[in-house]
């Protein structure tokens, strides 16, 4: 089982390489439409020129729909971890925990929002969020991470969520974080552009295919998934935009309603690239290595 080990002078954490993060998945059939319209809608629209102001994105920065999840915790884990990870998700009664008594000592947690006045679910409803607006994880004149925070109206979502990740930290998968559950979709990450603006790729409209459904998607390039995680205490990538006004333009902005949950899940560290049957890579999304399901509708 994975562990904090220190380091030789006893007073500081190993630093453990990331393998694995514990998530609740956002892309499925149903909600698959509206998110990547409007990721690609927010791409051509920060990433390029318009009417001669230059985008201040790099497209590799904007993280493809399919890679949009809420994660509870990073792991490092070896195969017989891994092996113990999936057994402990596949033998939770996540529907009991969903509808359990709320964990004690919840924090105030502002970026979940519930609504004025939050709705009595019943049993038999699934766990829907609503994803709107746009948020800086840092302050937004000098940032590398933009993202969307869950609207969740039953105010089950958070309780949920730390009730399980308390379950994974105890049984010792989760690397330890002190930072509080910041339950967010990632939009820009602007670690997964760092090489790409340091070799002196100028950003330029992608090129474009219509897919078999007769949908315009754009050609994407192979990403190297192994340039940055993206996640855990450390993802703060040097490469800073200034998104003050990209904030302003989105901040009433609906990426997706109502979308179900559909599965808890443990997916490997890494994106990896999607192909058609051609060989043409057209998005990324992470590979899930274990889930188990939420209720469904």
């Known amino acids: 089982m994975p562990d904090g080990r220190r380091g030789a002078k006893g007073n500081t954490p190993t630093r453990q390489p990331l393998t694995h993060f514990l998530c609740l998945p956002l892309v499925s059939a149903s909600s698959r439409p509206a998110l990547e319209s409007n990721i690609e809608i927010f791409r051509r629209d920060v990433c390029y020129e318009h009417d001669g102001v230059p985008g201040n994105v790099h497209p590799k920065a904007v993280r493809p729909f ?17 092996d113990g990870a999936t057994a402990l998700l596949q033998s939770l009664d996540l529907e009991q ?18 609504g004025s006045s939050a709705k009595q679910a019943d049993k038999s ?3 829907t969020v609503t994803l709107k607006g746009l948020e ?27 009730t399980v990740q308390k379950i994974f930290r105890e049984a010792g998968f989760l690397l330890p ?21 340091t070799q002196g790729q ?7 295919q219509v897919d078999s459904s007769g949908i315009v998607r754009p050609i994407r390039p192979v990403a190297n998934s192994g340039e940055g995680s993206g996640h855990g205490p450390n993802a703060n ?13 989105f901040k009433h902005f609906v990426w997706a309603s109502d979308i179900v949950i559909e599965k808890m899940a ?23 290595a274990a889930s188990a399901p939420l209720p469904a509708p």
């Open 66 to 82: 399919r890679t949009l999840h809420l994660t509870l915790g990073v792991m490092s884990l070896k195969s017989a971890d891994l």
């Open 97 to 114: 925990l969903l509808w359990g008594q709320a964990v004690t000592s919840r924090p105030s947690f502002g970026n979940v929002s519930t």
């Open 125 to 127: 409803s699934p766990l």
């Open 136 to 162: 800086s994880m840092h302050d937004p004149n000098n940032t590398s991470i933009l993202f969307v925070a869950p609207h969740d109206s039953s105010d089950r979502l958070m309780d949920f969520c730390l």
């Open 177 to 197: 974080d002190d930072r509080p559950l910041k339950l967010h979709a990632t939009i820009v990450n602007t670690i997964y552009a760092k090489r790409a603006a």
């Open 202 to 208: 100028a950003p330029s409209e992608p090129k474009t």
């Open 237 to 249: 990538a040097p490469l800073k935009i200034n998104a003050v006004e990209i904030l302003d333009r």
């Open 266 to 288: 443990i997916c490997e560290m890494g994106a990896k690239p999607v192909r058609v049957d051609s060989g043409t890579v057209i998005d990324e999304q992470y590979t899930i």
